[in-house]
């Protein structure tokens, strides 16, 4: 099981840090990621990390907004969001790889999270 927490409304230009924790026939050996879905359309890839946190992968939208991270002792992923703006307001879900690394794909994941919801604010 995925449960990700965290989401809320922000102003532009603020920050979020998201956490998706991790139970269950998920562990610490699965490549993770976030994906998101706005009003109308499809779900996109946000950000993902391997196993071990020694590889991300980031949507071109995001990137240098944006931040991975894993703890594995807590079993828990992270995404740290910075300057935000109002085209990143959509249901975050994180989801577990089906294999150590991970994919840009909704398809290369087996278990996902019941989503949070980031506004932000113009």
């Known amino acids: 099981q995925l449960q990700a927490s965290g989401g809320g409304l922000v102003q532009a230009g603020g920050s979020l840090k998201l956490s998706c924790a991790a139970s269950?026939?998920?562990?610490?050996?699965?490549?993770m990621g976030w994906f998101r879905q706005a009003p109308g359309k499809e779900r996109d890839f946000v950000a993902a990390?391997?196993?071990?946190?020694?590889?991300?992968g980031y949507a071109d939208s995001v990137k240098g907004r944006f931040t991975i991270s894993r703890d594995n002792a807590k079993n828990t992923v992270y995404l740290q969001m910075t300057s935000l703006n109002p085209e990143d307001t959509a249901v975050y879900y994180c989801?577990?790889?089906?294999?150590?690394?991970?994919?840009?794909?909704?398809?290369?994941?087996?278990?996902w999270g019941q989503g949070t919801l980031v506004t932000v604010s113009s």
């Open positions: 269950g026939r998920t562990s610490s050996n699965n490549g």
């Open positions: 990390v391997s196993w071990n946190g020694g590889s991300t």
């Open positions: 989801a577990a790889a089906l294999g150590s690394y991970y994919s840009t794909r909704s398809s290369g994941y087996r278990y």
